[in-house]
């Protein structure tokens, strides 16, 4: 343990040095960077898929499971969509040095924010080898410098990848520390990141529930993580029929395994007679449906199972749903402050005062009147790209982006102005 | 331990039942409560300065010293002050639920953010019971709850003018539990308080060193805080001298115990013609100077001690002064990264491109160019209150004010888009 908090302070200490150039690196190397190493990717491609084949023979010699095997893989197309997202990430505006709200004060001085990066970012993410080549990217952008440390499985694959980054950074006049892996899959190294409070500004999980609450547990460092997306949709008695189903659908069979997906659905018990059709639609998908009493007594005929009150509390990441008739909109508020994970809600409805009361009163990351919870997402937000989702409160809510990798300073300009 | 986690847990439960009603709580009514409060102090008024003699008669029992018992009393002006704080707090923009950078989003829908309140606040402080009230009205008005820690020496004074505060939310329509002292001096409450993640959403501390550093070292919770305040300025060699010299006396002798005083001076090797002036009059406004050698021997005649590398890294808050003279701007900056402790810095220079550099790479949480770093306060900065300054990265940096105390979520508002 101490060997590797000794590794631990040595990357840091780099990532320390790395990030005070990075802060004041111009937007035209990084970018540069940025698209440097989209080009070795391409041109190292044989390289990379060979590590990653490394890697493949590994794990099936170990029996892992299909999923697994199917995030480690790499190929042709993979390794050019790596490549295109820094090309992405090159192009979109750098958040940092950016000036706002400069005013006059009654002193003389004026006073303003800029816009700086938070330092250095530790990355904690599992099997995908992609995650390093996006985290990097953005870590980068955003004037940062990264830790990385992904899944053990794919350490050959992350190896050339950072390599190829660390390698873009140098030839374009930008410290190669910036971009860091630690290269021991021994898992003491990431208890060692999780208490270098002293050369860690923060820590981001990117993978499943376990993984972040371990992080969130153990770790000395602030960490930016969400752990459940049990998000709701809520259908008012004020709703249109037709787009109350739309979205209803959208929400829960766009796609099952994500964090923005619907996992139950709140129906006004004025608005009842929506259910049926819905449900069918639903069922006709191939969702499980798990109701509350008044939802069978609605639906009789169709195949809804009794939900048990562990189900108001557990994100299925599958094609099951819960659905639950409340009798006001506070019930709706209430039921969704009782089991809502602060990810996403949406209310379906045309009466202005209901939409505006859930828009103020819902304390969520995201909170949606009339739209499907599956666009809470950083690229349909506009953000361009993302590097998580937050349901923390404090320095960034839902999806984070460049802008959420960085913080402010304020900035005072004076003409020798002192206090009196 | 048990006991005081099972008091924290009913007060923490009480606080999140309360700031569910605040995140809503009209403008008014929150204003409404805060004059109410300052109307109740001047009513009663004997009763606080009876339950603050109370305190102060045990204080003396107990041998406090002076400086104690100065901070402990209460007087008519000083509760009188303490209203008049509430009332200016009362007129100040509400920041919950104002929606900012709301566009439309190629899908059709329209995303941006609302300002939220925090949620549940604790905090953390000594023996000044004004701070109940200052603490308390900013948590108020920013939609929060509180949940107050005062030293036990004030422990009267505190019980009453909490009480006061809750009298004054529940005449007004509010929940009394939004403003909660904690009623036992037992220090285990603070140590419940530091574990209580799950219903205290934030704690600032407001008091000396060693309890903030115990505060952030133990605490579960996130802190908004600050250590020390080892603030520079930097004179450069195209710094105007009058300038300088008005700057570095300000900045130094306009209040010595305060964490935004310069405790050490830099000066480019070329303005050394400057220093004797400079040092002269810090002198004879009794300042203890303690130069590197350069310092001495551009002073000579004057009483100028040598500096020892441990003052390079000391917060004096006293009328004591460093002095060291750097070749380059390069050098100033890396004394700064090496020593300061990311408060307040500032240059003084008439060089643009310094200037700018200056500003873009000190990486401190108020950067100031020709301004004296006494300005780094909240209500210069034209936040109109201050609950703190914070010299962490994440969610807050600099003085803190109402906005501090709030963060944002998005919301989306559509016509029933899904997502394709």
């Not at 955003?142 to 694959?157: F, K, P, T, V």
């Not at 960490?223 to 459940?228: E, G, R, T, Y």
């Amino acid at each position: 343990m101490i060997e590797a908090q000794e590794i631990m302070n040595g990357l840091g200490a780099q990532a320390k040095a790395a990030a005070q150039l990075m802060r004041s690196a111009s937007t035209r190397k990084k970018d540069a960077s940025l698209k440097c190493a989209a080009g070795l990717f391409r041109i190292h491609m044989q390289d990379i898929l060979a590590a990653n084949a490394l890697d493949m023979q590994a794990a099936r010699d170990h029996a892992i499971d299909a999923a697994l095997l199917d995030r480690l893989e790499l190929n042709h197309d993979r390794v050019e969509a790596m490549a295109q997202g820094l090309e992405e990430i090159a192009v979109l505006a750098d958040p940092v040095g950016a000036i706002s709200n400069m005013c006059y004060r009654p002193s003389g001085i004026q006073v303003g924010h800029m816009r700086v990066p938070l330092g250095v970012i530790g990355i904690i993410y599992e099997s995908r080898p992609n995650v390093t080549a996006d985290a990097a990217g953005l870590c980068l952008k955003s004037g940062n410098a990264a830790i990385l440390r992904g899944g053990s499985e794919a350490i050959h694959s992350n190896r050339i990848i950072a390599a190829l980054l660390a390698q873009a950074l140098s030839e374009n006049g930008l410290p190669e520390h910036a971009v860091q892996l630690i290269q021991q899959t021994d898992r003491a190294l990431v208890g060692a990141m999780l208490q270098s409070s002293h050369c860690v500004d923060v820590i981001i999980p990117r993978g499943g529930k376990s993984l972040t609450q371990r992080i969130a547990d153990e770790s000395k460092v602030p960490v930016i993580k969400h752990l459940d997306g049990i998000c709701h949709v809520y259908i008012d008695k004020a709703a249109d029929a037709e787009m109350a189903l739309n979205i209803a659908l959208n929400a829960k069979t766009h796609r099952y395994g994500v964090c923005n997906a619907m996992e139950t659905l709140l129906i006004h018990e004025a608005a009842k007679s929506m259910l049926p059709s819905i449900v069918l639609a639903l069922l006709e998908k191939g969702v499980e449906v798990r109701g509350c009493c008044q939802t069978i007594s609605a639906c009789q005929g169709l195949d809804v199972k009794l939900a048990e009150d562990a189900d108001w509390a557990t994100e299925y990441l599958a094609a099951v749903l819960s659905i639950r008739v409340v009798d006001t909109l506070d019930a709706a508020m209430a039921h969704i402050a009782m089991y809502g994970s602060g990810h996403t809600e949406s209310i379906v409805t045309g009466d202005y005062a209901a939409g505006q009361r859930f828009l103020r009163e819902v304390d969520s990351s995201s909170v949606m009147w009339n739209a499907s919870t599956r666009f809470a997402d950083g690229f349909e937000y506009g953000l361009g790209a993302e590097i998580g989702i937050s349901t923390d409160r404090l320095h960034v809510r839902g999806p984070v982006g460049l802008e959420g990798l960085t913080t402010q300073k304020w900035i005072v300009l004076g003409q020798g102005e002192i206090r009196s």
